[in-house]
């Protein structure tokens, strides 16, 4: 058995998760409130990163970043998530890092002319490509840590 040590002064929210499910949250430098809506935020991250498929090991396949995303996206502008052609869903409000870029990545906001949304470099939006070229290119993807502040 490790025992890992904590600074709850270093942290301002701690979340434990053991093997049997079960949780802890502390937050010991941040109300309560604050800290619910930065879960909320990880839950949307977490959602919008699975698969479109069940999180069963036998019935998950490979995921492969180069996998098309599909004819026919659609976008639900209110809540910034796009749904690729695959059925999965894309939550355009947070930030994202490709493995193969030293940067963070953000929806510029535009759609390219099929549809996809176009991703750019968070601090230079004059480097942009659409999502699909993006993972293909330098993927694969992953909802930042941090996300969107």
Same mark, same amino acid.
């Given at each position: 058995?490790?025992?890992?040590?904590?600074?709850?002064?270093?942290? %301002?929210? +701690?979340?434990?998760?053991?093997? &049997?499910?079960?949780?802890?949250?502390?937050? !010991?430098?941040? $109300?309560?409130? #604050? @800290? %619910?809506? +930065?879960?909320?935020?990880?839950? &949307?991250?977490?959602?919008?990163?699975?698969? !479109?498929?069940? $999180?069963?090991? #036998? @019935? %998950?396949?490979?995921?492969?970043?180069?996998?098309?995303?599909?004819?026919?996206?659609?976008?639900?502008?209110?809540?910034?998530?796009?749904?690729?052609?695959?059925?999965?869903?894309?939550?355009?409000?947070?930030?994202?890092?490709?493995?193969?870029?030293?940067?963070?990545?953000?929806?510029?906001?535009?759609?390219?002319?099929?549809?996809?949304?176009?991703?750019?470099?968070?601090?230079?939006?004059?480097?942009?490509?659409?999502?699909?070229?993006?993972?293909?290119?330098?993927?694969?993807?992953?909802?930042?840590?941090?996300?969107?502040?």
């Amino acid at each position: 058995m490790r025992i890992r040590l904590i600074d709850y002064d270093e942290q %301002a929210l +701690v979340v434990t998760v053991d093997r &049997d499910g079960v949780t802890m949250v502390a937050a !010991p430098r941040m $109300c309560d409130s #604050a @800290a %619910a809506e +930065v879960l909320r935020r990880i839950a &949307d991250q977490l959602d919008a990163g699975h698969p !479109p498929y069940p $999180c069963t090991p #036998a @019935a %998950a396949p490979e995921h492969d970043h180069v996998e098309p995303l599909g004819q026919g996206g659609a976008l639900d502008a209110d809540r910034r998530v796009w749904t690729d052609g695959t059925g999965h869903a894309w939550d355009l409000s947070g930030r994202w890092t490709a493995a193969e870029t030293p940067g963070e990545w953000e929806w510029s906001g535009l759609l390219d002319g099929r549809g996809t949304p176009v991703m750019a470099v968070v601090g230079s939006p004059e480097v942009h490509e659409s999502l699909d070229v993006l993972r293909v290119l330098y993927g694969p993807i992953a909802p930042s840590a941090g996300g969107r502040s």
